[in-house]
């Protein structure tokens, strides 16, 4: 094995000294699993199990899919708002935190940027869901390839 991959299996092993933080399940809903994949190939980060969306029914159903397919620890799933200074954070946290069911404590610093004018889509920002796990992520792109639909 590489000096590099066993660096990175050491960075892994102690990052995760319970091992695994997920227990990838697609036959727990193979339709969740499958939205899910697609959600994350469309709307996702490449490296990351992150999502970024202001559509109420797109994080719920990203985070659906990482708590009933991937069955990630919910302690790993965090989020992070993106706002306009123009809103209220405190107001978007509580609108956000609500819909995902993640407590406040568990949201990661607000990306907040200056409102110049214009039309808002979103009245309470967007919101990344944020997860890292480098075993997952390439779950996510072997299923994505083995499906058809690999990421470019």
């Not at 980060?45 to 659906?64: C, F, H, M, P, R």
Request: charged share 25%; glycine share 8%; proline share 6%.
């Amino acid at each position: 094995m590489p000096k590099s991959s066993t660096r990175s299996a050491a960075v892994y092993a102690k990052c995760n000294p319970q091992g695994d933080p997920f227990c990838y399940t697609p036959a727990a809903d193979p339709e969740l699993e499958l939205i899910g994949l697609v959600l994350w190939a469309t709307e996702g980060d490449k490296t990351q199990l992150s999502l970024a969306n202001g559509n109420v029914g797109i994080i719920k159903k990203y985070l659906e899919f990482l708590r009933r397919v991937c069955q990630v620890r919910e302690s790993k799933i965090k989020a992070v708002i993106h706002c306009h200074d123009s809103l209220s954070y405190h107001d978007c946290l509580v609108f956000w935190s609500g819909v995902a069911h993640i407590p406040p404590e568990r949201f990661n610093k607000p990306f907040i940027k200056r409102d110049k004018g214009g039309k808002r889509n979103f009245p309470y920002g967007i919101m990344r869901v944020v997860g890292t796990n480098i075993r997952l992520v390439q779950i996510f792109k072997d299923r994505l390839k083995t499906l058809g639909l690999e990421r470019g």
